[in-house]
């Protein structure tokens, strides 16, 4: 049965209709259904790339969509006029938030001016960068010592000791699947080795199978190799980001729970005055979203150029964006009175 096309034509004639075919998905492997239902919220298919507006809705095109989830720079104003003696944490996502996403993960620099503003965004409050690549990597990438660190997205987390040094004691709660991700890690390297264009990348806590450079006709052919390792690793699972497949263990712990985690470190957690100021363009980003959705307090900022559904309650539209609305962070805090915000160590 094709099931993508059922669906397909089930959501038009009402989205609550498709819990009535949610029992035919449990057969399907883990990977095959998330592209099934992706492609039926109208997100991108796992493997295509592509990420079509949902249908039916108010999502048909970005002008639209900026009605729901405004800019940050031209609410930048609205955004900060409570904020002024407000202790703001800044959360910075790396690709496709610090930096544009590109062919080669290897060459994924941020530029000096990005630099600059996020070193100058760390003088004035404190600053982690959650990415999912490994920790050590994203280090090299940002070339910055005044921020904290978190890779895989969240599960190596470098957190200050108790001089809130930044180079402080190291947090991973997945320590004990390491010698299982490098298993994983060889299998995915050949099985990939004879697919064109496939990359699989060792982020420590996770691993990344980048298809970017693969051919339309070998997609398919690559998903079922990821899906025959995966098979044996069942404490595993697989999410997908642009052009990549992410492997990485079952446990509850996420970028929220590693914002979470840096507030309490850094000793700005459960106190009304905090306030969570996270920017990431990733699906792996929604889950700090929640976190300040639930919370009731913070500031969600999603990067995207194209509609999607979101946790967020700003958009800015890439990292140029990105960059003018951390220069304009780093004014608004030197313009207004001495901060009671501390920021991070070793400028």
Not at 43 to 59: E, K, M, P, T
Request: aromatic share 8%; proline share 5%.
């Amino acid at each position: 049965m094709n099931f993508s096309l059922l669906f397909s034509h089930v959501l038009l004639k009402g989205k609550s209709l498709l819990l009535i075919f949610l029992p035919f998905t449990f057969g399907l492997p883990a990977l095959r259904r998330t592209v099934l239902w992706r492609s039926i919220m109208g997100l991108s298919g796992l493997l295509s790339g592509h990420r079509n507006s949902v249908q039916g809705s108010d999502f048909h095109n970005y002008t639209s969509w900026l009605k729901q989830y405004p800019s940050g720079l031209e609410s930048f104003e609205s955004i900060m006029k409570e904020l002024p003696r407000k202790k703001i944490v800044v959360f910075l996502d790396y690709d496709g938030t610090l930096s544009p996403i590109v062919d080669d993960p290897d060459r994924a620099f941020m530029s000096p001016e990005m630099r600059e503003a996020v070193r100058e965004v760390a003088k004035c409050f404190p600053t982690a960068i959650i990415s999912g690549r490994s920790r050590e990597k994203v280090k090299e990438f940002v070339k910055l010592r005044n921020l904290h660190y978190a890779g895989s997205h969240g599960l190596d987390i470098m957190a200050p000791n108790s001089d809130n040094e930044a180079n402080g004691v190291s947090y991973q709660p997945a320590k004990k699947f390491l010698p299982e991700i490098q298993q994983i890690k060889r299998a995915l390297e050949e099985e990939s080795r004879k697919i064109e264009g496939a990359l699989v990348e060792d982020n420590t806590f996770c691993v990344s199978v980048h298809f970017r450079h693969v051919h339309e006709r070998e997609l398919a052919k690559l998903e079922k190799k990821v899906e025959t390792v995966m098979e044996k690793y069942p404490d595993f699972h697989v999410t997908q980001g642009k052009k990549v497949m992410e492997i990485r263990p079952t446990i509850n712990w996420n970028k929220g729970h590693a914002m979470e985690y840096y507030l309490h470190t850094l000793g700005h957690n459960d106190t009304d005055d905090v306030v969570p100021l996270y920017i990431g363009d990733d699906q792996t980003d929604e889950d700090a979203f929640k976190v300040i959705q639930r919370k009731g307090q913070g500031i969600a900022i999603l990067v995207a150029s194209i509609p999607k559904h979101t946790n967020a309650s700003y958009s800015l539209k890439d990292p140029s964006e990105v960059l003018a609305f951390l220069l304009r962070l780093a004014r608004w805090r030197n313009s207004t009175s001495p901060s009671i915000t501390t920021p991070s160590p070793n400028i």
